[in-house]
């Protein structure tokens, strides 16, 4: 079996033709080909011929890693020219607009509901707050924007942490049993966030979370 071949079922990239495999300082450079040729706004996703290329660039993203080495995926881009966003790189199926793929971001965000950042941060080798900006990523990629549509029957919980000092106030489907909104606090105001529709965005930006409140 070729080495390209063996890579490509080994790392499984939608949309990603492995063009070539090297080993560097880094660990493995895998070099892969964008098989769509179309051209999308990674911001806005209009398509077509009218998104002029405005020129290339070289990007990287960080996998997960290959037995103890380290897996960097290389491709080269179109920078396109969107007559409302400006010059940006196209997007790519494998990654979201981030330096690690989405595999490795969705390894984080699982491991983040297992454990706290600092092991996290040491077993997969990326920096602390690192894993907060994925974790902020997956959930904002993963968040059902139907889930307080219907809503009928709800529960209310509490949950403390840091020794009783700190609150999460969380609403429940009763039908499904999934929670659908929390926030730090656990007095009326805390509730009443989840009756303004302004301040219930503001409360579930996972940005605004710590980490303790992220974990649970
Ligand atoms: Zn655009």
Redesign the pocket.
Known sequence: MRACTAFKRLLRLPGASILDVAFGAEGVIVTVGLRRRRRI??????TGGH?QIHDRRVKRWRHLDLGATRCVIECELRLLR????GV?AEAVPWARRAHHTRDFEDVVAWLAQQMAKTPIAGLLRIGWDTVGRIVARVVADHLDERRLAGLVAIGIDEISYRRGHRYLTSVVDHKTGAIVWCSPGRNAATLQAFAHPARRAQALDPGRLGRHERRL
């Open positions: 706004c990674a911001a806005c996703g209009q998104l969107c007559p409302h966003c940006r």
